[in-house]
């Protein structure tokens, strides 16, 4: 069984600020990893599949990169909305990460 | 407008059974992989279970194996999942969602609250 661990777990930054999240699979998936993006009391939202694509209307400040083991979300510049939950998923059992929330600082 | 709507959520005592319905509109349901997710408050999101387009084709996740049943009925555009022997652990916001590239989840519902407590 394949296991996700995001980190770090909280991240506290600014508005304008660059995030910089990570997820590590135990085993490589190549490139079959998807990123969504949660707000409080609302479903989540795909933002990245296949490690690096950008899902139909997600702004270019999000970018995905890595492949096998490690990978990572970036956003280019924090705007008020991008607060929130982020979680990892992978193909081989659909499994998700612990989640990372983005705070503001 | 592409949407999913789940229903069917509320409170039952452990040991009971609930059956949630997803309704699916502006696609076509029929061709696509439906998966049920949910969420225990405060947690994160743990996969249950997957039907496919082919009969037949479906997958569950150890902790519901043998306990829930993912069915759909493409004539309605619909999703159910049986949900037995519900136990308190069980409680979760339940989300379906369509599957695109035999993994990501690109549409969601809006989610339906299941409570087991007596």
């Known amino acids: 069984e394949i296991v996700l661990t995001q980190s770090p777990v909280t991240l506290s930054l600014s508005p304008g600020e660059r995030a910089t999240l990570s997820c590590r699979a135990s085993?490589?998936?190549?490139?079959?990893l998807a990123w969504y993006q949660q707000k409080p009391g609302q479903a989540p939202r795909l933002l990245i599949y296949d490690a690096s694509k950008r899902a139909t209307g997600i702004p270019v400040r999000f970018s995905g990169s890595g492949s096998g083991t490690d990978f990572t979300l970036t956003i280019s510049s924090l705007e008020p909305e991008d607060f929130a939950v982020y979680y990892c998923?992978?193909?081989?059992?659909?499994?998700f990460g612990q989640g990372t929330k983005v705070e503001v600082k | 407008e592409v949407q999913l709507e789940e229903s069917g959520g509320g409170l039952v005592q452990p040991g009971g059974s609930l059956r949630l319905s997803c309704a699916a509109s502006?696609?076509?349901?029929?061709?696509?992989?439906m998966s049920w997710v949910r969420q225990a408050p405060g947690k994160g999101l743990e996969w249950l279970s997957y039907?496919?387009?082919?009969?037949?084709?479906?997958k569950y996740a150890d902790s519901v194996r043998g306990r829930f049943t993912i069915s759909r009925d493409n004539a309605k555009d619909s999703l159910f999942l049986q949900m037995n022997s519900l136990r308190a652990e069980d409680t979760a916001v339940y989300y379906c969602a369509r599957e695109l590239g035999g993994y990501y989840f690109d549409i969601w519902g809006q989610g339906t609250l299941v409570t087991v407590s007596s």
């Open positions: 502006g696609f076509t349901f029929s061709a696509f992989t």
């Open positions: 039907i496919g387009a082919s009969p037949g084709d479906l």
């Open positions: 998923q992978q193909r081989s059992n659909w499994a």
């Open positions: 085993q490589s998936v190549s490139s079959s």
